[in-house]
């Protein structure tokens, strides 16, 4: 953040200072005491799991200049030694603050905005995107996925004046919330990766999904710019929601403004294919990545650049050179020529079938495990997505299947109904996963190749530590 006054921010934010210079500047702003570091202005957010304000002592002890709170909690400082010199703000809700502050700090700069959403892939589209652009723009890019009310407002405060670019991905859980983060960043260009199934529990349907990622579209403005997936059965809404706009088509299988053709994998290593634009003009591309759906992503990430006037040099460069996110599709190499192909950021049943399809190409001959933990806010439909994933997994003839989780004996139970011989499925309860690890070191085989999967709170990728700790006592390099 670039130096503003304290005096500036009250004003914005409407809060009263109960303590501290007003004419200070301060460039930094923390809403973590753990990750605080001397010379931030410390943000007391109330979230689902924590309240800011018992960690105001340790933010001060840890060199903050100051302190955001709520109106009234000042009494819990009364008892406190505070330096004069720190900077005390009270304000009616410090979230609300700290949003309003950023959409006034954004307003600073002239940026042209590329935002991000879809049921799938819009995290690993985001990095793509920045990734191609960054060869020819200074920009910036939500870290991770701060995609919510709270990641977004904190990216804005990263913006400076050399800034051309701000490229964001934007989540939901709800109808309403991603025409809320589009005030604070309205997007010149929306890309909408895909309409599918992830939180139909919170949602109630895909319909109501394709509502609440269409708000993307809806906040563009005449002169906005759409990249849709032409494959997508949901594109035709897309597409008429943005009607009179111009807009973007990728694809693999209808004719589109980008498309891949004759898609080859590399072995283990990534993928090969012909990169074609509406233009006539086609590149081959290698893409370090695996997985049919990371293709989707890169047409997605290419279709921006091209909307952009990027030659296509530099977005064959830009694939080129990418390098797969933590937990998305991640492989490691052990000795016996063991492989694990770590994908355990997140899991839907789209993810989760594109992943076990992905293991089956790559595995080819080889001995095919998969390790599948639970697909969380499914709602109604829990036992139905986790049974289609059981058949799928049957269907690909994976030879061991180990499931985490009550969903994940829906999967196990399924894939046995459908034919997969009982002593090659075994299953654990989230908290047995050091055991699940040593059954795996147990089973494992010279040039097997394994899969880890589930949705983010199932934190699958702790097996794969507990068992590279086993692993690695039993067979040293």
Same mark, same amino acid.
């Given at each position: ?129 920045? $990734? ?64 599918? #199934? ?16 269409? #708000? ?111 937990? $998305? ?50 709602? #109604? ?97």
């Amino acid at each position: 953040m670039e130096n503003c006054k304290i005096e500036e921010l009250i004003k914005v934010v409407s809060g009263k200072i109960i303590q501290g210079d007003q004419d200070y500047l301060i460039n930094r702003i923390s809403i973590d005491s753990r990750t605080l570091t001397p010379g931030d202005l410390f943000f007391a957010i109330i979230g689902a799991y924590f309240d800011g304000h018992n960690f105001i002592i340790e933010a001060f002890n840890k060199g903050a200049v100051g302190v955001v709170i709520c109106k009234g909690a000042s009494i819990l400082l009364q008892n406190e030694q505070i330096d004069k010199n720190k900077i005390i703000i009270e304000v009616k809700d410090t979230l609300s603050a700290l949003q309003d502050w950023s959409k006034h700090y954004k307003d600073k700069f002239k940026t042209f905005n590329i935002c991000v959403t879809g049921s799938n892939g819009k995290t690993t589209t985001k990095e793509i995107i920045a $990734h191609i652009l960054s060869q020819e723009f200074p920009l910036l890019k939500t870290s991770g996925n701060y995609n919510n009310e709270i990641g977004i407002p904190l990216t804005l405060l990263q913006l400076n004046r050399l800034h051309k670019l701000l490229v964001a991905e934007m989540g939901m859980r709800g109808l309403g919330e991603i025409s809320t983060l589009t005030n604070f960043i309205p997007p010149d260009l929306a890309v909408i990766t895909n309409i599918g #199934e992830a939180h139909i529990g919170l949602l109630g349907s895909k319909d109501n999904i394709f509502k609440a990622k269409s #708000e993307l579209l809806q906040s563009l403005d005449k002169n906005g710019i759409a990249i849709l997936n032409r494959d997508d059965p949901y594109f035709f809404k897309m597409s008429k929601v943005v009607k009179g706009k111009k807009i973007y088509t990728f694809g693999i299988e209808s004719k589109s403004d980008i498309m891949a053709r004759n898609i080859r994998i590399v072995g283990d290593k990534g993928m090969r294919f012909t990169l074609e634009v509406q233009n006539g003009k086609s590149r081959e591309i290698y893409f370090p990545l695996l997985g049919r759906y990371n293709i989707y992503n890169a047409l997605a990430a290419s279709a921006v650049a091209f909307a952009l006037g990027i030659e296509l040099d530099l977005i064959e460069r830009g694939l080129f050179s990418f390098k797969p996110l933590d937990l $998305h599709m991640q492989l490691s190499n052990f000795n016996k020529g063991i492989k694990i192909l770590n994908d355990s950021y997140n899991a839907s049943p789209l993810s989760v079938k594109s992943a076990l399809e992905t293991l089956a190409e790559v595995a080819q001959n080889n001995r095919k495990i998969a390790i599948l933990g639970d697909m969380l806010e499914l709602g #109604e439909k829990t036992g139905f997505y986790h049974r289609e994933i059981g058949k799928e997994v049957a269907k690909l003839s994976i030879d061991v299947l180990i499931t985490v989780g009550q969903g994940g004996k829906i999967i196990a139970q399924s894939s046995k109904e459908e034919g997969m011989a009982k002593e090659r499925v075994f299953s654990f309860e989230k908290n047995e996963k050091i055991n699940l690890a040593k059954k795996l070191l147990s089973l494992i085989k010279p040039g097997d190749f394994i899969l880890l999967k589930g949705s983010r709170e199932m934190k699958m990728e702790e097996i794969l530590e507990f068992w590279q700790k086993e692993y690695q006592k039993n067979n040293p390099a």
